[in-house]
């Protein structure tokens, strides 16, 4: 995986994909699948998700506020809803289904080499975590898997039912 | 359009298509293009979103804390770009890009007609927007237009580049 520049990092998040969170808690490293996260700030890049209380990577990021966001495309589909159907209370998620977990440059949480984009993270706001679990991230460093080309991401919409990316269009635009 | 339970909102907006957001102040509606935003609740549905204090809807969604969130299927995405080009300060958007507002429920800000689905939103926090421009919006009320059959949605990926939806896929989720 190489370098991708932090300011580039919206391009990654904006569109909505499902995401991997990965956290790592008393030497143990844990996975979920995550959808409800926002681009909150270009550059230095911030991104909001909301972790449930209910899952258990939920104690993990509030204990050690680091995680990873790893972007898995369409070929990791199955593993993802899969992911996404079990606790790390129970199984060790790499393992089970087969995710490859390698070291990060600064954050315990492992990054997912399977994905094509890896954003290290740490929480700089946890004041909607009572109210919300919603955490503010600032992504520290990013990577890109330049042997991925052109990857497709999906986007879930209830009931595992999943959107994968289809054509590009472009239009004029005057949003960075 | 017909009423949309409240519970399918997050079906709409989990997968991160863009959408606009509408707001009225002093009698005056407008409308902006939105890419930041995510569920943070399903019922009620709770949306967190990032409107730019540089955007002229920002002063309008503080002062009346009323929004519409309207999604706007592919056939609309010329117009969605080119609202997303110009300030509200400048120009009447829906004169200009002949956008259709609707007068809504619940909240003073206009649905929009064209949209195959509009969410009538109030603001219900406000503690990130001096941080972040963050509100934290409740969906009151939800309408869906029947004859748009399975709208495809568009995804920003910065500068102009968007991605329309292409394939479902059903993967076995117990995700709700």
Redesign the interface.
């Known amino acids: 995986m190489r370098d991708l520049p932090l300011s580039?990092v919206?391009?990654l998040l904006?569109?909505?994909?499902v995401v991997l969170l990965t956290t790592a808690a008393k030497g143990r490293a844990n996975v979920m699948t995550m959808?409800?996260?926002?681009?909150?700030?270009f550059e230095p890049p911030?991104v909001?998700?909301?972790v449930s209380s209910a899952n258990h990577s939920f104690a993990a990021l509030k204990a050690t506020k680091e995680c990873v966001i790893a972007v898995p495309a369409l070929e990791l589909?199955?593993k993802v809803?899969e992911v996404?159907?079990c606790s790390g209370c129970d199984v060790n998620k790499f393992e089970t289904f087969g995710l490859t977990p390698t070291p990060a440059g600064r954050v315990a949480a492992p990054l997912i080499a399977d994905c094509f984009a890896n954003l290290e993270c740490k929480v700089v706001?946890t004041?909607?975590v009572r109210?919300?679990n919603?955490f503010?991230l600032e992504v520290l460093k990013a990577w890109s898997d330049p042997a991925q080309k052109q990857p497709?991401t999906?986007?879930?919409?209830?009931?595992?039912?999943?959107?994968?990316?289809?054509?590009?269009?472009?239009?004029?635009?005057?949003?960075?």
């Open positions: 580039k919206y391009q904006e569109p909505g994909p959808s409800w996260h926002m681009m909150v700030e911030l909001a998700c909301v589909a199955s809803a996404g159907n706001d004041r909607l109210s919300y919603l503010i497709k999906i986007h879930h919409h209830g009931y595992g039912r999943f959107v994968v990316d289809g054509e590009t269009i472009k239009l004029k635009s005057k949003m960075r």
